[in-house]
């Protein structure tokens, strides 16, 4: 009877949160004015090969360090600790770095995770004549915490962040807060994943306030045997729908063959490289209006 007690009582839980999640994510995506431009858009770059390679198409994938961006709760079966970083290198001098770190801690029953990025552009100031003077530096950082918990049959996770950008002098922040749930049971064929990302307070400039690039994401994946399926369909405030497709192939023994496609006509590809504790990707994404992107990410378990 105690077994069954516990069983309902987690059971319970993880609909409440379920519940929660819903009431306060779908609502404000589902409100078809809201086409506004948003701001803070740093939340919404991939920095990782193995999620950009797969055209982002990784809600559903669990024990998954580079899924964090997108699901919270793509950590909470993580062991050990687990570390990577990112280097993104993107059109004039403009580059992006990504630090992620998570580790299973025992007192809480849970999982934590430090994210931190920052991009950085070289600009030159101009007088009236369009004559350069002096050269100066344009930056974003985002510093966030995750959570993330086995709540059964659910896992469960939520990030808390911090963004700061600096342009052309002037300064402007803003909270934003991710939260996902997980879905794996034995008796299903694939795993489900949602998300809700970057709800949080307006960023101003100038005395303009503009709403964060929060979004609404629904995915699924499956493995047949070396090949790895998953879907996306992403729901943005800009009333804006995309479809991500991505393909993991583990072609031969530590090595991994990628590839994606989404609605916005972007395709990418890549390659995962991993011999014991340490595991290499490479991203090539096509991009319609600016150059093509490279990614790079190191991954370290130990």
Known sequence: MKIIKSVIKWLVAGELLFAIFCGIAIPPLLAASDTGISAGLLLRISPSA???AMAEAVTSLSENLASLDFNPAAISNLPDYNFSFSHIEYFEDVNFEDMKFSTYIQKIRGNI???LKYLSSKDVER???????????NSDTVIGISYARKIYP????????YLNENLAGEKASAFAADAGLLYSDYKLPFEIGVSARNFGTKISFGGDKDKLPSEL???MSRTFDKLLLSADVVRQRENIFIGNLGIELNAVK??????????????????????KIISIDYSFTSHEKL???HRFTLNCKF
Request: proline fraction near 0%.
């Open 50 to 52: 193995k999620t950009s």
């Open 217 to 219: 994401r629904l995915g």
């Open 113 to 115: 995770g430090l994210t």
């Open 127 to 137: 007088d009236e004549r369009g004559i350069g003077r002096d050269e100066f530096l």
């Open 254 to 275: 530590n090595f991994k063959l990628r590839t994606g496609y989404t609605t916005m006509q972007n395709y990418s590809f890549g390659v995962g490289f991993s011999a």
């Open 291 to 293: 150059t093509n992107i």
């Open 154 to 161: 659910l896992n469960t996770g939520i990030t808390v962040k």
